[in-house]
């Protein structure tokens, strides 16, 4: 069959290769598992529900939940009668939220827990939507009484709604935080995912109709969602589970492959390297002489005879060991949203598991470029090459542009930004990179946002401004980019400081003692805490450096209209901002 629209993944799965266990999902102890034909009569209950419900081809429905099979279940149902999914993620704020639903203009939302349906429903305000859950909740609306609504639904009439779907028509609007604060909803079609999905099966070549993938980064992602896609178009079975849960899954699912962001890949290594805390004598010794080597590891590299004697004892002794804490099968990672730091990558390739990093963005439905599962064309340090289909040029300034098929259709009631970031066909990425024989690599940002590597947007202007609004926070540059959280450089002001001391009958000696005083470090503290409330989980600022002395214009740190110039304060803090991300834990 062809391939044009999402839902047409899971129809050709069911035509070429079904699966007993389509879409499973973890609830306590147990897998639950739909084959492929039971998913297929399930998602067309679930559209003759919204049928009758009232849903119409282009109203919009809000999902916030974590991963399940309920959530693709919704999602198909959505897709084939031609109506447009919002996703939230589950850990989004009540204002965030509010903002969203009421710009969507929802219709009706599901919610995956009791605490995401009150979150949904304090967002929501006075206005009148719908909400059901995946969750049994005592006086909420379960999603199954959706699909009993469609019992009896006519499948004639629904084969013909789901055929006059187009390549074209817009199924999902995803929304993305802006550096101001304000979210933009990113309309991507059917072609643009498909297109996605279709040139990463040409880009990765993976085995069809045989493997089992971990699903566990947010369905609200376009990254996540579109590996779902392709995992279904291939006949590879889905497990879900939190990232919670991810130890867990790995040995009961033995998966072959999934996807990450590099904090999963942090983590790993993390527990890896503290293993040898638990060792001693000889056994250490080995263990750290192979995890240095695996953190050199060059897979373009071929080994003489000494070097693959050596990678043979290595692998034997400690290497196999990592692969069964991973479940034992798992041969394919693919990694994006945020860069990878190298060693990682050489780790996971030195223990036999390939690692694919990517580039993307929300707007490109996601991937632009990635790198292959292949040893001698890997370059570590990069994301690769363009997907098929995909262009890419750097422009003089160096702004990496795409054009494709996979590039969105626009922003969402907002003609003039979709305007000012596609331009004569280019979507323009606010990233810098350069392009060499090829390959794409990433060496800046554009634009003052970035992401942890947890692969999450921060917005630095957003806190900062908030973090000012403390009468005792005079200057402050938030940074953590890669990192595992946000972080801030924090100048106090001093005068109001002073009073403070003094009321608190704390002797004020200078400026540059104070920023180190317990209890001048413990009140800016309650104060970054006090305004982390406005602000997602993953926003949050964890850590904060004192400086002693306001940035200036005539140091290059402020710019004459006084903004932050933010790599002059980043070069000349340098080690203040190494030392809020050593010896942390995760």
């Known amino acids: 069959m062809k391939l044009e629209r999402a839902f047409d993944f899971l129809y050709h799965q069911l035509e070429t290769q079904p699966r007993h266990d389509c879409l499973s999902t973890r609830k306590g102890k147990q897998w639950h598992t ?5 998913v297929v009569e399930t998602v067309n209950r679930v559209s003759h529900g919204f049928i009758k419900l009232g849903i119409n081809r282009g109203d919009r429905v809000a999902i916030v939940a974590d991963n399940s099979t ?8 959505l897709q084939q009668i031609g109506a447009i999914s919002v996703p939230l993620y589950p850990t989004i704020t009540v204002e965030d939220a509010t903002y969203i639903l009421m710009h969507a203009g929802v219709k009706m939302a599901f919610a995956g827990t009791a605490a995401m349906q009150r979150k949904v429903h304090d967002a929501l305000g006075k206005l009148t939507c719908p909400i059901y859950s995946f969750a049994d909740i005592e006086g909420v609306s379960s999603w199954r009484e959706v699909e009993a609504l469609g019992a009896d639904g006519d499948d004639i009439m629904l084969a013909g709604l789901r055929d ?7 199924f999902t609007i995803i929304y993305t935080s802006g550096t101001t604060g304000r979210s933009k909803g990113v309309m991507l079609s059917h072609r643009n995912v498909v297109s996605t999905v279709t040139a990463t099966a040409e880009h990765t070549g993976l085995p069809e109709g045989k493997l089992r993938a971990l699903s566990f980064l947010p369905l609200s992602h376009i990254f996540e969602r579109a590996g779902v896609y392709y995992y279904m178009s291939s006949g590879t079975s889905i497990y879900f589970a939190g990232v919670e849960q991810l130890s867990n899954a790995l040995q009961e699912v033995h998966p072959h492959t999934f996807s990450a962001v590099p904090r999963v890949l942090e983590k790993l290594y993390e527990k890896l390297a503290g293993k040898a805390s638990e060792l001693s004598g000889n056994k250490k010794k080995l263990y750290l002489w192979a995890l240095e080597m695996a953190e050199n590891f060059d897979p373009n590299v071929k080994m003489g005879l000494w070097q693959k004697a050596q990678y043979a004892l290595a692998d034997k002794l400690i290497f196999s060991k990592w692969r069964t804490a991973l479940g034992g099968e798992l041969k394919w990672i693919n990694v994006g949203s945020a860069a990878l730091q190298p060693r990682l990558a050489r780790l996971m390739w030195a223990c036999g598991i390939m690692v694919a990093e990517g580039y993307g963005m929300t707007e490109c439905s996601p991937v632009i470029s990635a790198n292959l599962f292949d040893a001698d064309k890997v370059r570590i340090g990069s994301v690769g090459v363009p997907l098929p289909h995909v262009e890419v040029k750097i ?11 996979n590039v969105m259709v626009g922003y969402y009631k907002d003609a003039e930004q979709t305007a000012e970031t596609i331009i004569d066909g280019w979507l323009h990425t606010g990233d810098i990179g350069k392009m060499a024989d090829g390959v794409l690599t990433i060496t800046d940002r554009k634009k003052e946002m970035f992401k942890t590597s947890n692969g999450k947007y921060i917005a630095p202007q957003v806190i900062e401004n908030k973090l000012k ?3 005792f926070i005079d200057q402050v540059m938030v940074v953590g980019d890669g990192q595992k959280f946000a ?11 002073k009073e403070w001391c003094a009321q ?3 002797a004020y000696t200078s400026d540059a003692e104070m920023t180190h005083n317990p209890k001048v470090q413990a ?16 926003e949050h600022v964890k850590k904060f450096a004192l400086l002693e002395k306001p940035w200036c214009v005539d140091k290059g740190e402020l710019a004459p209209t006084l903004k932050l110039r933010r790599k002059v304060i980043t070069q000349h803090c340098r080690d203040l901002i190494d030392s809020l991300y050593q010896h942390h834990p995760a």
């Open 34 to 38: 739909l084959s492929t034909p039971e």
């Open 523 to 538: 009140l800016i503290d309650r104060e970054v805490k006090r305004f982390n409330r406005y602000f997602g989980n993953w």
């Open 469 to 471: 609004e403390s009468a």
């Open 395 to 405: 422009a003089d300034d160096g702004e990496i542009l795409v054009r494709g098929p």
């Open 504 to 506: 608190q009958g704390i």
């Open 487 to 497: 972080g801030a450089l924090i100048v106090p002001l001093f005068d109001k400081l």
């Open 70 to 77: 309920e959530w693709v279940l919704v999602d198909l149902a």
């Open 164 to 170: 006059s779907i187009r390549a074209d028509d817009v």
